[in-house]
């Protein structure tokens, strides 16, 4: 927070800094860079928004909750009212309270799941491309089976054994299960950097395998991990919700996809208590959708051909 | 040839690779969760049955890990998939082939129709570029994409079902109907198809419009299309003939694969609906501990995107000549 005034005051005088900085051009510039993207990007502008507001009501729900969102202590069934914003459940419990302290555990699934896999796509799909020969063959083999295998059923199965998987666990079976299609990707990334010069210099000069996998490839793909950090984070959105709907996740946990299975157990839908599915619902796909946009407007960002047409842009402006 | 040999060979692997998963994840897991679901069963099933399944669960402690595992081999090479525990006394096998047609028509009709229509709307929106389609739709196509695919369902039962009682909300067909090829009986299950096919459309649509799209927009850049707009070709032949024509290639590789995901792909749909497919059968039999089905319901919806992918392949291979060359 604090940098943020910081880097507006650098953002005007940018544009001339901008050529000067090689590769390991200052954090200040990069910074400033994407604070600029993303304002001047409506699409990032609205999943940047949305993505805050989550992460501040993951941060401090009490703020604005003050309800206890497990306790079973209020009437059933209330409709919306001064005291129950959303009314309460079948089992008395708040639906407000279960809305706003249920993200904490939807987020940390959402980053714990793509940082890691993110990191895991790295180092394999990395180590691939610049290692070759066999270790390419079979790294690359490995990808590709776990790519192939159908991803929800498998998940389903692993769940079934582990059975109640609280937060950890989906963690780690959600990364385990989804990191393969950004190694895919991450490898080609680095395949068609094999043999750029850079490389070659780093080569010659005697740098080993690590530091140069480390600090001339790796940045060299920023914009490809952000992506990647995005797309397991959205799949682990929908994926651990939807295996927290069919009962798999740990009935007890306070989170929107354990809210959606307890009300499809009391029938919501048939006993008018619409709030109680429509609520977590809406809230999964909001954050499910900032980040999809901040994902999509990434990739107008870096490729030029899908921005929308500057056309439009002209007519606005006048 | 030698490229399809090779993807053979990946084929081979792959499945491989799910036969031991499905054989070593209820091993690995600390208390082997099998033991719990056979206790629960020793009573009602039948002696011969039972000893597939310690031999499928690894129950069978006196017997090493390797020897049970080339019997499991053994079982599954053959099609003995054991017997199902929840619709005990019928087997794997009979209660599968009941659930796939089910699957086959309402995923396999949809997957077809998402494509086609997906496809079209991606050709319009890049060839109309800056226009109101192509403003509006894909931001809607990336939103849609983050929407649960069950929870479209429910939505749709909310307001199609519950509010204005248009469509059944559950089950293939009604219960009091009586399954045959009559007229009155087909109509019935289209009728009960449709909530859960609007379900499927709306969630897998925007993949078909948003990859058309971009690859369309980048086609459109290409030489070949200013020579024809040059020729004075009618626009009409430029869009299908020369643009579409080359920027549907991935779309194509996509709708191959797609087809190998109708088997298990609508699980949360068919679970929501109540509808008798192999998904609701798959987490029919997760919620019963009925780890026979479960597994067996997990290769087949495997084998069929192994499937898929290969004939996928082999397609490529046959029309695109660049492949071949590569391989």
Known sequence: MAMMPVSTEVGPSTPPVIAAPGPRGGARPALSRILRAVRSNRKATVGTVLLVIFILLALFPGVIAHDNPSAEIYGRSLGPSGTHLLGTTALGQDIFAQAVWGTRQVLIIAIGVGLLSTAIATVIGVAAAYLGGWADGLLNLLTDVLLVIPLFPLLIVIATYVQNAGTVVLVVVLTLTGWSYTARQLRAQALSLRNRDFLEAARVRGERSFYIIMVEIIPTMTSLLVASFLTNALYAVLFGSSLQFIGLGDPNSVSWGTMLYWAENNEALQTGQYLWTIVPGVLILLLGASFALINYAFDEIGNPALRPVRRQRVKRAR | ?327
């Open chain 2, 1 to 327: 040839m030698r490229f399809i040999l090779r993807r053979l060979g990946f084929f081979l692997l792959t499945l491989w690779a799910a036969v031991t998963l499905n054989f070593f994840l209820p091993r690995l897991m600390p208390g082997n969760p099998a033991l719990a679901m056979l206790g629960k069963f020793r009573g009602p099933v039948n002696p011969s049955a039972l000893k597939a399944l310690e031999v499928a669960f690894g129950v069978k402690t006196h017997q090493s890990l390797i020897s049970q595992y080339f019997s499991y081999l053994g079982n599954i090479s053959t099609g003995k998939f054991g017997t199902s525990l929840y619709f005990y006394p019928e087997s794997v096998g009979r209660v599968i082939l009941d659930a796939i047609p089910w699957t086959l028509g309402l995923v396999g009709v949809t997957t077809i129709l998402a494509f086609v229509l997906g496809t079209g709307v991606g050709i319009v929106a890049a060839w109309r570029r800056g226009g109101v389609m192509d403003s509006i739709l894909p931001p809607t196509f990336v939103i849609t994409s983050a929407i649960p695919y069950f929870w479209i369902g429910l939505m749709l039962i909310l307001i199609f079902s519950e509010k204005l009682g248009w469509f059944p909300s559950s089950n293939g067909y009604d219960v009091t109907a009586i399954p045959s090829f009559t007229g009155p009986f087909i109509e019935n299950v289209l009728w009960h198809a449709v909530l859960p096919a609007a379900a499927l459309l709306i969630t897998t649509i925007g993949t078909w419009v948003l990859t058309m799209r971009n690859t369309m927009v980048t086609t459109l850049a290409e030489d070949y299309i200013r020579m024809a707009r040059a020729k004075g070709l009618p626009s009409r032949r430029i869009m299908l003939d020369y643009a579409a024509r080359n920027a549907i290639l991935p779309n194509l590789t996509g709708f191959a694969m797609s087809l190998g995901f109708v088997v298990g792909g609508a699980i949360l749909v068919e679970y929501v609906f109540n509808y008798p497919g192999v998904g609701f059968m798959l987490l029919q039999a997760v919620n019963n501990e009925d780890y026979p089905l479960m597994q067996a319901l997990f290769l087949l919806i495997t084998v069929a995107v192994l499937v898929a992918i290969l004939m996928a392949d082999i397609a490529t291979a046959v029309f695109d000549p660049r492949t071949r060359a590569r391989g």
